[in-house]
């Protein structure tokens, strides 16, 4: 028994529009009155109707791909020398395979990123995934072209994945204070970085339930960043026991720093990073990190922009879990320390 698979012409005679004005719709073109394009937009839920993509781009003349937008990294080595671009491509390319499908990779210097924006929307087969693309960008994406899903924390009407930073941090700072650390401090990433925002939001939160002090510093998500904040830090605070470190990159960076100073890791100084990339193995001693899970959450993004147009605002959601090496050990002397009372809520 076939199962009935809907058609363009099914969309327009359900929603009492002509094809063409359901073909409008489900490109996202514009011309199309408001309580036309809510009707066709129900046919389509009711009747679970999905575009031919493969169609739409040979009638297009426009290959059949999925783009991978980044605008953060402006320096001309960023796939080789950002863990996280290979981990998202190494979730997508799996999912892609088998699907006549290509993967494109855009690199944007911010100075160009709207106009580039734009024409990446305008030229998008399946979609595109934003793996490092702010707030305001990938809104201006999403109203261009609705098949987008973004890798970092997004604007409300942007689909995306959303990984549990907040939670993640809170759960470092736990980590360090229980392991007897008192004087413990925190590298955060860029000021604008929306992950480095929610990070920094999980670390605030730690340190007033936990009663610390605020000690941090700002700089970029990379090794020497994380070396020249941790060099000010310690130079400020020489007792700090403890640091967080907002991405693995510049946690290197930090050990590099606590070693130069002529303290050990983790004797002297306990480190935590961010991430679990390749990075986390590679350090020495090899990094106690909150793993961030950007493999599946590249897959994800990819299926969805597979299956159609991912719904506005839609999150899906990850867990980000502590994964203990050796940069981290139990002050000397030092009991476990008890959570206080009452649950966190992140």
Same mark, same amino acid.
């Given at each position: ?240 026991? *403890?640091?967080? !470190?907002?991405? $693995?990159?510049?946690?290197? /960076?930090?050990?590099?720093? =606590?070693? &130069? @100073? *002529?303290?050990? !890791?983790?004797? $002297?100084?306990?480190?935590? /990073?961010?991430?679990?990339? =390749?990075? &986390? @193995? ?17 897959? &994800? ?46």
């Amino acid at each position: 028994m076939s199962k009935f698979k809907p058609t363009i012409e099914d969309v327009g005679r359900a929603a009492g529009v002509s094809r063409a004005t359901a073909s409008r719709v489900i490109n996202n073109a514009p011309g199309v009155a408001a309580p036309l394009r809510a009707r066709v937009e129900a046919a389509i839920a009711s009747l679970g109707y999905r575009p031919d993509e493969h169609a739409r781009a040979l009638a297009s003349g426009r290959t059949r791909a999925v783009d991978v937008v980044a605008i953060s990294c402006p320096d001309a080595g960023w796939l080789g020398n950002h863990p996280y671009f290979g981990r998202v491509l190494a979730g997508m390319v799996p999912v892609l395979d088998g699907v006549n499908t290509q993967l494109r990779l855009h690199a944007i210097g911010r100075g160009q990123a709207a106009d580039a924006i734009d024409e990446i929307a305008a030229n998008a087969t399946l979609g595109a995934v934003l793996a490092d693309v702010p707030p305001d960008l990938a809104a201006r994406f999403h109203r261009r072209c609705r098949r987008v899903v973004s890798m970092v924390p997004t604007s409300s009407v942007v689909p995306g994945m959303a990984a549990d930073n907040i939670g993640g941090a809170y759960a470092a700072i736990e980590e360090l204070h229980r392991l007897g650390c008192r004087r413990i401090a925190a590298v955060h990433g860029p000021i604008l970085n929306p992950c480095a925002t929610e990070r920094r939001t999980g670390h605030r939160r730690a340190i007033e339930r936990f009663g610390l002090a605020e000690l941090s510093a700002d700089e970029d998500f990379n090794r020497h960043g994380g070396y020249r904040a941790t060099q000010r830090l310690l130079e400020r605070h020489p007792d700090i026991d *403890g640091i967080f !470190v907002a991405c $693995d990159l510049m946690a290197a /960076g930090a050990i590099q720093a =606590i070693t &130069a @100073s *002529g303290r050990r !890791v983790p004797d $002297d100084v306990s480190v935590i /990073g961010f991430d679990d990339s =390749i990075v &986390a @193995s590679c350090t020495n001693p090899p990094l106690t990190t909150m793993g961030l899970p950007v493999e599946e959450m590249a897959a &994800a993004a990819t299926r969805l922009l597979l299956d159609g147009v991912p719904p506005s605002g839609l999150r899906m959601r990850f867990p980000v879990k502590l994964v203990r090496r050796d940069s981290t050990r139990r002050v000397a002397g030092t009991a476990p320390a008890e959570p206080p009372n009452g649950l966190m809520n992140c």
